[in-house]
């Protein structure tokens, strides 16, 4: 008799989970490489402290997380840069809402240098002519004579737009600048070249050297109170209120908890 409701106990478990009773709600997240690290760190511990949720994290850059939300194919878009009204417009032609932006961490846009490359200081207008191609040679900039090598994303990046919008005034790169498939992209090159610059999220600073803007270093204080001239907001969307598991990990994401990580990885907490 005990083993036949052991086998039956066993059999009702069996039927349970493959009819779903177990199932565990899951949970998509796409968009900034910028944010990629940071929002794998918070999925593994919601998931360890949150039994029954699965989260799944991707990439791919800004651009191609938001054409995720108005394509429906994610829950969360992870972007480093606000959304655009051409954006905004297509998610409401389809879902009927303008979409939820909800701020999640501050980063300041780090320089990346070369550890050898005297230069430690440069400022927002010649990061423009840099990386219009005005200033060629880091001898005009006070280091070496040697041609300067630049490095960025790809424009379906967030942070290739920040920058271009904000540090531009959105004229084109130069012709020279390599495009990289991702932030860590930009910083092994200029790991590995001694006239390289490159540009990111201050979370994958390791390795570089980081150059002041405008004689002010990113950190805390100064991406806290937006002295830091190229400061930014990280942000999630969501296409409509947030509600259930969703709204709970966001919630969570928002607290001291999740804030405290966003510090662990290298980036700034909201408050």
Same mark, same amino acid.
């Given at each position: ?65 938001i054409s995720a939300l ?73 280091? /070496? @004579? *040697?041609?300067? =090598?630049? %490095?960025?994303?790809?424009?379906? +990046? ?5 920058? $271009?919008? !904000? ?24 790991? /590995? @070249? *001694?006239?390289? =610059?490159? %540009?990111?999220?201050?979370?994958? +600073? ?5 150059? $002041?803007? !405008? ?5 805390k204080s100064t991406i ?35 804030? $405290? ?11």
């Amino acid at each position: 008799m005990k083993n036949k409701i052991i086998g039956l106990a066993a059999l009702v478990v069996s039927f349970l989970a493959f009819s779903g009773f177990f199932s565990e709600e899951k949970i998509t997240i796409k968009g900034s490489d910028t944010i990629v690290i940071l929002s794998q760190r918070w999925a593994e511990k919601f998931m360890s402290k949150n039994g029954g949720v699965s989260i799944q994290v991707t990439g791919g850059g800004s651009g191609t997380g938001i054409s995720a939300l108005i394509n429906g194919t994610t829950d969360i878009c992870n972007a480093s840069r606000p959304m655009k009204k051409s954006e905004i417009q297509k998610l409401k032609e389809r879902f009927g809402t303008v979409g939820v932006e909800i701020p999640c961490a501050k980063d300041g846009i780090t320089i990346y240098l070369n550890p050898s490359n005297p230069v430690s200081d440069i400022s927002v207008s010649q990061l423009k002519q840099i990386y219009t191609g005005k200033i060629t040679n880091w001898k005009q900039l006070g280091g /070496k @004579d *040697a041609k300067i =090598i630049l %490095y960025s994303r790809e424009n379906n +990046s967030g942070t290739y737009v920040f920058f $271009k919008d !904000n540090i531009l005034g959105g004229q084109d790169y130069a012709p020279s600048c390599q495009n990289l498939p991702g932030t860590a992209a930009v910083v092994n090159a200029v790991t /590995k @070249d *001694a006239n390289g =610059i490159g %540009y990111g999220g201050h979370g994958y +600073s390791k390795g570089v050297k980081i150059c $002041k803007v !405008n004689g002010i270093e990113p950190n805390k204080s100064t991406i806290g109170n937006g002295s830091y001239p190229i400061s930014r907001s990280l942000f999630m969307y969501v296409r409509n209120r947030p509600s259930g598991e969703i709204k709970k990990f966001i919630d969570w994401v928002l607290s001291a908890e999740g804030q $405290k990580i966003v510090t662990d990885i290298g980036y700034f907490p909201l408050h």
